[in-house]
Structures are given as C-alpha cells and as structure tokens.
C-alpha cells in the first residue's frame, strides 16, 4: 500500500525560505508525474507546480523563479523549493503523485503541509 508523507511545513517570514518534501512508501514500480497543489482559507485549490518522468516542469505564474521542484528517485520523494517567500503563498500544500505501484497505476496524495508566510 502506497502512502505519501509530506513535510517541511512551518511559518517563515517573508522573504524566506522553505522545502517541502513528500517522500512516497510502498511498493512503487514506476514514477509518472508529481505535482504540489495549495490551497488557502477560502480559495479553491490550484497548481503550483508539477514534474514529468521526463523531467519537465511547469509552475504557476505567481510562483515561478521562486519555486523549484524535483524529484530524488532513490529516495521516492518529490520536493518543493520555496524562496522568496510572500504572505500570499500562505496555504496548506498538498503533494499529488501518479505512481505504478503493487496495485496498478493510481494517483496519490498527501495529507498536507501547512505553510504560514508572515510580513
């Protein structure tokens, strides 16, 4: 049974800087895509960022040059590299990864990370 953990969460102030990971356990046979998704009090979720087995990435345009994400395939687990932090980027962050594990091709999330960006 494949599981996602994710962490690096906290409050920082602006201007800051934090890494998310999101580290999957289990049984995993192929890594197809992983993304990070936020969502603040009120809003609706959206992407942040996402990461292709072939190494493509695409970010949201309020986050780019600020984020990075990647991938550690020897440790299953998928990263989110903010700098530059900004209160608007205060949210619960969410890591998605679609994964061919011991059950077929399924898509996988975390629990959440909370971030807190203070002025």
């Known amino acids: 049974q494949v599981q996602l953990v994710e962490s690096g969460g906290g409050l920082m102030q602006a201007g800051g800087s934090l890494r998310l990971s999101c580290a999957a356990s289990?049984?995993?046979?192929?890594?197809?895509?992983a993304a990070w998704y936020r969502q603040a009090p009120g809003k609706q979720r959206e992407l942040v960022a996402s990461l292709t087995n072939g190494g493509t990435t695409d970010y949201a345009d309020s986050v780019k040059d600020r984020f990075t994400i990647s991938r550690d395939s020897a440790k299953n687990t998928v990263y989110l590299q903010m700098n530059s932090l900004k209160p608007e980027d205060t949210a619960l962050y969410y890591c998605n990864q679609a994964l061919f594990a011991d059950r077929g091709a399924q898509n996988y999330w975390g629990q959440g990370t909370q971030v807190t960006v203070s002025s």
């Open positions: 289990g049984t995993i046979l192929s890594f197809f895509k």
